[in-house]
C-alpha cells in the first residue's frame, strides 16, 4: 500500500480519452467472453472488465504496438491476468469447479446441460432490456462507483442531473422486480 502507486480510478480523468476507445473497443468483447468461456456473473464479469481497461488507460503511454492485433493481444494477455486474479482472490470457484477427469463413457453418455437461471436474474435482465442505453450504462458504471464526472462522458447527460437520474432509476428498478416478484409468490 505504501508504494505510491495510484489507484486506476485515481487517473481516469487524465486518462478519459483513452478509457472511452478501450472502452468502446473492447468492452463488450471482453465481456462476452469472460460470461461465455469462465460462467462468471455478470457483475463480476463488468468488474473485471473495467478493472482491465483502467489498468491499460493507466499504462497506455508506456507502450507502442506495432499493429491492431499486437494491441489485441496485450489488451486480452491483461484481461486473462484480471480473470487469473479473480480466481485466485475467490474461493468460492474452487468449490462450484472441481476437476473432470474425462474419459469415453463420460463424452459419450453426458451432453452439456444448460445452466438455469434464477427467477431474479430473469426479471433483473428483462427489466435491464427495457431500459434505454443511457440508462443501462448509468446502472452499471455507478454499481462500479465511477464518479458521476466520468459517466456523465458516457451517456451525454449533464454531471448535475446524473445522481436524480442513477436514484430514480435505482427506485424503479427496486420496485418493479419486487413488484414481479410478489405477484410469482401470490400465484
Given amino acids: 500500500m505504501g508504494s505510491g502507486k495510484a489507484k486506476p480510478h485515481s487517473n481516469i480523468d487524465l486518462n478519459s ?57 496485450f489488451v486480452f494477455k491483461t484481461h486473462i491476468n484480471f480473470l487469473r486474479n479473480y480466481f485466485r482472490d475467490n474461493k468460492s470457484f474452487e468449490s462450484i469447479n ?36 443511457w440508462e443501462r450504462i448509468l446502472l452499471l458504471m455507478r454499481g462500479q462507483n465511477m464518479p458521476y464526472g466520468e459517466i456523465s462522458k458516457y451517456v451525454d447527460k449533464p454531471e448535475r442531473q446524473l445522481k436524480v437520474y442513477y436514484a430514480r432509476l435505482k427506485k424503479q428498478m427496486t420496485e418493479k422486480i419486487n413488484e414481479q416478484l410478489n405477484n410469482l409468490k401470490n400465484v
Fill in 17 to 73: 480519452s483513452v478509457v472511452k476507445t478501450l472502452y468502446e473497443t473492447y468492452a463488450q468483447k471482453l465481456f462476452a467472453y469472460t460470461c461465455k468461456n469462465y460462467g462468471i456473473n455478470e457483475d463480476d464479469a463488468w468488474t473485471i472488465v473495467y478493472k482491465t481497461i483502467y489498468k491499460l488507460a493507466e499504462v497506455n503511454d508506456k507502450y507502442v504496438f506495432e499493429n491492431k492485433h499486437k494491441q489485441a493481444g
Fill in 98 to 133: 472441481s476437476e473432470v477427469k474425462l474419459s469415453e463413457d463420460v463424452i459419450s453418455t453426458k451432453e452439456e446441460l444448460p445452466v438455469e437461471e434464477s427467477i431474479q436474474i430473469k426479471i433483473l435482465k428483462n427489466e435491464l432490456d427495457k431500459l434505454e442505453e
